[in-house]
């Protein structure tokens, strides 16, 4: 079947030529290729006529003036059929003219096309035809096969249906596929995010508890320091040198102990921590003060003596971090 270089143009072509050379009235030629004609029919469920024109045929004018040109022609081929018209020294309308067993001219074939591309004919009119018998046998051929038509129709009503659904349930898979997607990533970005959350509180507590371990041995260190330096209890009998200090600590536990008058305040707070750690309480920011009148003891340098804590003092212990 020789093919154009562009079959649409070769049939615009033709039917510029044939409205110049004949008549403007003539049924609606479908303007692009066979091919595209078969598919338009096929897919509109609509009878496929098919027109080879001979320009030096003998009859063609007298049928084209006076058959094609006819109104009730016009009109009944524009309402039912899709109309193909192609002159047959073209390309398509050549390799038509040897599928289709042209043997004379003006030739009309009338077909059901089954598919895009499976056709089927159901009449051959070859020679000149008067414009009531070519109507009548038009009329006679289509409703022969109305049934196969309206059979084709609903074939393709359910292959679009089928197409329709395909579409719908690829449609509704793709969709379920994304809302599973999105549901993965979510719960996915989750469980990170708790991963995070847990390794966050893993690595607060790690951090604390280093914390902890540092001034635990902190701690340690200072009091086994201030133990060396600490000295023995002065004896009671050494009454003009001796202070009698007593101590009310934060948990209301009261506790005596024996000072030099000569002591500094910082030895009595070096005591107090010694104390506290001994006893396995965590207390180590202290303030110590007289009870009345209340005087915080910040000076360190002082000695107890000089606040007149000698023979005898009273003094509160507080935990600044209580």
């Known amino acids: ?8 143009n070769d049939t615009r072509k ?4 044939y409205e110049l050379n004949y008549t403007l009235d003539h049924p609606n030629f479908y303007d692009r290729s ?7 029919a096929y897919q509109n469920s609509k009878f496929f006529l098919v027109y ?11 049928f084209c003036r006076n058959v094609l040109s006819s109104n009730s022609v016009i009109q009944y081929m524009n309402q039912n059929l899709v109309v193909w018209a192609g002159k047959v020294w073209d390309p398509q309308a050549y390799g ?11 030739f009309l074939a009338l077909i059901v096309c089954q598919s895009d591309r499976v056709v ?11 414009e009531d018998q070519l109507l009548e046998r038009l009329r006679n051929c289509i409703t022969a096969n109305n049934s196969l038509l309206t059979r084709i129709q609903n074939e393709n009503i359910r292959r679009q249906e089928f197409t329709l659904l395909r579409e719908q ?3 509704e898979y793709r969709e379920a596929e994304e809302a599973d997607r999105l549901e993965r990533e979510r719960r996915e970005a989750l469980e990170l995010e708790q991963v995070r959350l847990e390794q966050e509180e893993r690595d607060r507590i790690a951090l604390e508890e280093a914390i902890k371990l540092s001034e635990q041995l902190n701690r340690e260190g200072l009091v086994n320091k201030l133990k060396n330096e600490l000295t023995e209890e002065p004896d009671a009998n050494l009454k003009n040198e001796v202070a009698t200090i007593r101590f ?7 506790i005596s102990r024996r000072f030099l008058k000569t002591d500094k305040i910082q030895k009595i707070k070096d005591y107090l921590l010694v104390y506290f750690y001994d006893q396995g309480l965590s207390i180590s920011n202290i303030s110590i003060a007289t009870h009345f009148p209340k005087v915080e003891l910040n000076d360190m340098n002082a000695t107890i003596l000089e606040k007149d804590l000698f023979p005898r003092g009273m003094l509160y212990v507080q935990d600044l971090d209580s």
């Open 1 to 8: 079947n020789p093919q154009s270089i562009n079959s649409d």
């Open 14 to 17: 033709f039917i510029s030529e």
């Open 120 to 130: 089927q004919v159901i009449d051959r009119i070859q020679g000149y035809i008067e």
């Open 96 to 106: 038509l003219s040897i599928q289709l067993k042209v043997s004379a001219f003006p």
């Open 248 to 254: 009310q600590l934060p948990q209301g536990t009261k």
């Open 52 to 62: 080879l024109h001979s320009p030096i045929h003998e009859d063609t004018e007298k």
């Open 169 to 171: 349930q690829d449609r």
């Open 34 to 40: 066979y091919e595209s004609a078969a598919t338009y």
